[in-house]
């Protein structure tokens, strides 16, 4: 006798939802996790013959801190897709709430997003962005594959970071964040 309850096997999701035949709204799934509130980054790779790539990314998150890990997921049709998996290196710049006019140009796609844009060379000659509130730089460690993302995992081998106020992402338009007792202007008449 086995005491292990029965359960159907479950459906791969990738399959599930190329197939049409899952039973969420695309539209509606994407308004549900838009109601979760993000930071705005820019992840900056350099291609093998130098050149800067960029992306307009809220996928970012924390994995672990011993070791420190990050993750960052890119759709796969993306057109800088090669560059990101082939790069030995890659730099989350995580934007001030100042930014909202470069992460509009890096969410667009364009043949040189780094015209008129100041940068340096981090590792592996990955971009890092002045008035970033933060950056991490990272060696990549591995790519996943999950539906229609590929998710990076990074190992962090720099970072820096300040106290100025980061650009915040929700419901579709961009924001800040209020502390406890804050008001803005609008709730103060």
Known sequence: ??????????????NELASDSSPINPRDFRNALGTFATGVTIITA????????????????SVSLNPPLVLWSLVVYSSSLAVFQNASHFAVNVLGASQEA??????????DKFVGVDWSPGLGNAPLLPGSVANFQCRSVNRYYGGDHVIFLGAVEAYSYNRNEPLLFARGTYGRFLAEGERSEADKS
């Open 102 to 111: 470069l992460a509009n140009k890096f969410a667009k796609s364009s043949d």
């Open 1 to 14: 006798m086995n005491d292990v309850p029965k359960q159907p096997a479950a459906p791969d999701p990738a």
């Open 46 to 61: 350099a291609s093998p013959d130098g050149k800067p790539y960029g992306l307009t990314c809220n996928s970012f998150a």
